[in-house]
């Protein structure tokens, strides 16, 4: 099949960063690069667009959430309408169910376009007593989108509950995140890089969004508890920011481990590079983790995890061989001290790691499986329009007709 005219869809987007905002950068640029014609829509946000090797289209509603970065409005749809009439896309890709713009633009890209959509779930429900009802939404407005991809089988899952009898005969594909294995890739020399850095101590890295569903207030207690047992011949390093930083804080403060504990605060991605290159063990101690792109950024580096039996993440993580899984807090402390003890199995289940990372989640072997979904979507999607909009068309023939006989 010749190259395809793909619409990227999602209200997260550079200059706003995060898992999502760089998965939507890397695969644009890996499906260009293998020849595809790609187009982003987004939200309104200052950012060199021109630089980037593919077109964005930034479209700003009336309504504006900036505590979520989302924004809608009837002018907007609108817009983005004319554009696909202009455009003429082959297909549309939107990303996360929680992305209002990614929701209603494959839903007017199927339903009134007629361009084949489906989307990417970048995340797990979570458990909320708003859930029913949340669901009930959903199913409502993703009835129209022909197929979904789940970074995790976990995400399969979720999507499964939320779809119920409404998935049909609609496919969903799992297909982990990405990874660039040619920019995240080990240190030549980790020893000569940590001692660059000024570290001689075993260093134990997160990197995260700072909320309390990460868990990243679990590490000041972790780093007592610690720094008790091996004195002051480990640190851990925060990477990240967000609504929990202030508590983090606290904690740091309260456990007095402020000489144990860096709070680094936000990165750019070369930063974490060589953060990650300098560090011995990564760990996770979130329990609500869809994917887990940060683990596998830090297995690339060559860096083993230390990681909760949650979720997606899990699924990249090979318990003793690329790292070790935990059922609960006081296993994760467990195996967090025996890969500090173990410099000779923390060596080994790094290279492991690297290899994984090379061999199953590389953009050369990710962007084959994605693009069979497009055409499989594109061979197998029903062109079913809205009903409403069939009829507003046949008004707007049956007008135009009495108007010129």
Not at 297 to 311: F, K, L, R, W, Y
Request: glycine fraction near 8%.
């Amino acid at each position: 099949m010749e190259g395809l005219k793909i619409a990227l869809v999602s209200d997260w987007f550079f200059p706003s960063v995060g898992g999502i905002e760089y998965h939507l950068h890397d695969l644009a640029t890996e499906l260009v690069r293998r020849g595809h014609r790609v187009h982003l829509i987004t939200g309104n946000g200052d950012y060199p667009d021109e630089n980037l090797p593919y077109k964005v289209h930034r479209f700003k509603g009336q309504l504006t959430l900036e505590s979520f970065k989302v924004n809608f409005g009837p002018e907007m749809l609108k817009n983005i309408n004319e554009l696909y009439k202009n455009e003429r896309f082959d297909i549309t890709h939107s990303h996360s169910f929680y992305s209002p713009l990614a929701v209603t633009v494959a839903n007017l890209s199927s339903g009134i376009r007629g361009v084949p959509s489906l989307l990417t779930g970048h995340s797990l429900l979570g458990d909320s007593f708003l859930n029913p009802f949340y669901v009930r939404f959903l199913r409502l407005f993703l009835h129209k989108i022909h197929a979904f991809i789940a970074v995790s089988g976990a995400v399969k899952r979720d999507l499964e509950a939320i779809l119920g009898k409404n998935s049909g005969k609609r496919k969903i594909h799992v297909i982990p995140n990405g990874i660039n294995t040619d920019f995240w890739k080990p240190a030549a020399d980790r020893w000569a890089w940590k001692k660059r850095l000024g570290w001689t101590e075993t260093v134990v890295i997160t990197v995260s969004r700072l909320t309390k569903r990460k868990r990243v207030h679990l590490i000041p207690r972790l780093a007592r508890e610690i720094r008790s047992r091996y004195g002051r011949r480990v640190i851990f390093l925060i990477i990240g920011d967000g609504p929990e930083r202030r508590n983090i804080q606290a904690l740091i403060r309260e456990y007095g481990v402020e000489d144990t504990v860096k709070l680094l605060g936000r990165r750019t991605r070369e930063e974490v590079r060589a953060y990650l290159q300098a560090s011995d063990i990564y760990l996770s101690p979130t329990i609500y983790e869809a994917f887990g792109i940060a683990a596998l950024e830090a297995m690339a580096c060559g860096v083993p995890v230390v990681a909760n039996n949650h979720g997606g993440i899990s699924e990249v993580v090979e318990h003793g061989a690329t790292g070790l899984v935990s059922y609960n807090d006081e296993e994760l402390r467990q195996h967090l001290q025996n890969l500090i003890e173990n410099e000779d199995l923390r060596r080994e289940m790094g290279q492991k790691a690297r290899r994984r990372a090379e061999e199953r989640f590389s953009w050369k072997r990710l962007i084959p499986e994605i693009v069979r979904v497009y055409e499989d979507t594109l061979s197998s999607a029903e062109r079913r329009l809205f009903m409403l909009y069939l009829f507003h068309q046949m008004l707007r023939k049956r007008a135009r007709s009495c108007r010129y006989p």
